[in-house]
């Protein structure tokens, strides 16, 4: 009954597939302003008071959280460090299929804290537009959001172990893309026929001689973290 949502692509080497939609590099932020917000491939943000995001990056996940009767759907944003202090509205959203059993009309939001525990805030649910939202009139600090059924506990655990995570910007690019992580032993990009057309140990790959594509990157870097990335060059 609904609206389809962009789904953007990137693998990581974890318990946990993440896919990343947002980063914040050293140095740089993100300034949402009041009476505006911002839409991470489903998850709305719209602050009541200027919230700034600064050197940190948001992913989203299609694991569920927990099992049987405690379970989430199966679309978890999760970001690398706590944004803390945020007032205002979330708005997440979800596909039918995502509910992996869940309710609908029951739906609930729920905000993992810094200690991995689960909050659920009980808002409002828009069956039309296949959304739950709650806004907070209180400043609140969350790492991870999803949704659940009222009255579910989910499992304590941290859904983002890989705290030191490899990042790839600007994505979708039409010059170079630069690579974010510790020294890197290894890029390399292939076409989607498995070809390798690029290789380098820098943190950077030039692409503005290539053709506009589809392309996969493989970053490894010297503590044998690898990472693959889907690369579009327009």
Do not use: C
């Not at 943000?45 to 379970?71: C, D, L, M």
């Amino acid at each position: 009954m609904k609206r389809p949502l962009l789904i953007l692509f990137g693998f990581f080497t974890s318990h946990f597939l993440f896919s990343q939609i947002l980063t914040v590099n050293l140095g740089s932020s993100v300034s949402i302003a009041s009476g505006s917000s911002v839409t991470l491939d489903g998850l709305e943000i719209a602050p009541s008071k200027t919230y700034v995001i600064s050197n940190n990056s948001v992913s989203r996940s299609p694991e569920t959280i927990g099992s049987e009767a405690n379970i989430s759907a199966s679309r978890v944003y999760s970001s690398l460090d706590l944004l803390s202090g945020f007032t205002g509205s979330l708005v997440f959203s979800y596909l039918d299929g995502e509910l992996v059993g869940i309710v609908e009309s029951d739906l609930v939001l729920q905000l993992q804290a810094n200690d991995d525990s689960w909050t659920s805030y009980e808002g409002n649910v828009n069956m039309d537009n296949n959304t739950v939202s709650y806004t907070f009139s209180e400043a609140v600090s969350f790492k991870a959001v999803t949704a659940s059924a009222n009255g579910t506990s989910l499992a304590i655990e941290d859904i983002n172990p890989t705290r030191s995570s490899i990042f790839v910007y600007p994505n979708p690019t039409a010059d170079r893309i630069y690579i974010q992580a510790e020294k890197i032993l290894q890029a390399e990009l292939f076409d989607l026929r498995g070809r390798k057309v690029k290789a380098t140990n820098q943190n950077q790959i030039n692409l503005s001689n290539m053709a506009s594509g589809t392309f996969i990157l493989k970053v490894t870097t010297e503590k044998n973290k690898t990472q693959s990335f889907k690369i579009i060059k327009k």
